[in-house]
């Protein structure tokens, strides 16, 4: 047995705590169990995806989840940006935040298996709040144990109430309401596969532009300048991925906007073909 299981979320939403929770649960239960979260741009609201696989032998793959038996979708609107579908196994499932039924919630892949649950709603009713966003991952963890997943409810509020000290009491209950609200709709062997496994998918996302800020551009504080070398560069977009500024423009090719970058030389360090060297920055009007 080996449950693959794909979390796809908003930063500030919880889905990395949540696969590490299941993880966890699986772990207490006497599974073997892991959990990875993936990053892009690390801030509140940008897309996060985590993952966790369950086994009762060990697991020696530790790569990211590319063929998942569960997908958690955390977020109503990511499924817009996101392809949250890509590689889910014939006959997998589904859990999704909404306030839809699973008849209603009609998404175009109907070789799977459905759990709906309006986690926002048992989150917002349970104060699950943090800087006035819903936290989703308890009640989307509740709701999950509703597929066809062999973990036990108690070992997961025990260790729930554990982990959240004071919140414990409110993140338990919201998993017990989500369990129990939670609707399934089962389609085994129903439908046929809609998605058309080679087609390529352009998944675009929100990117937001440098602006100066009080303290003046960011590129003040740059005692390094990265070069890119066109010459090596193969055009894999790491750098631009992972820029904490983004000052890196995608135009036909990767650019750095120098009024922004502030020379942490991330984007050198994550470049695998090496294409971006340094040099001491000086500035002329300084
Ligand atoms: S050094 Fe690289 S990663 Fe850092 S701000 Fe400049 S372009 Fe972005
Ligand atoms: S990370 Fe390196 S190879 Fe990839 S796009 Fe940036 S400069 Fe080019």
Known sequence: MLISIRFHGRGGQGAVTASKLLAQTASEMGYYSQSMPFFG?????????????????????????????????????????????????????????????????????????????????????????????????????????????????????????????????????????AYEFAEVKLIHGSGKRRYPKKQKIKVEFPISTPAEGVAGKTKLWRDFRPEINYDKCNDCLNCWLHCPESAIRLNDRVEIDYDYCKGCLVCAAVCPKKAITSEREVFADV
């Open 41 to 177: 741009a690390e801030r509140r609201g940008a897309p996060v995806i985590s993952f966790t696989r369950i086994s009762d032998e060990p697991i020696y793959e530790m790569s990211q989840v590319y063929h998942p038996n569960i997908v958690v979708v955390l977020d109503p609107v990511i499924m817009k940006v996101v392809d949250v579908f890509r590689g889910v196994k014939e006959g997998g499932w589904i859990v999704a935040n909404t306030t839809k039924k699973p008849d209603e919630f009609v998404f175009g892949q109907e070789y799977l298996n459905i759990v709906a649950v309006d986690a926002t709603g048992i989150a917002i009713k349970n104060d699950l709040l943090v800087a006035g966003m819903p936290v989703v991952n308890t009640p989307m963890l509740g709701a999950l144990l509703r597929a066809d997943i062999p973990l036990n409810i108690e070992v997961l509020e025990g260790i729930v109430a554990r982990k959240f000290g004071k919140e414990g009491k409110k993140n338990v209950k919201a998993i017990s309401e």
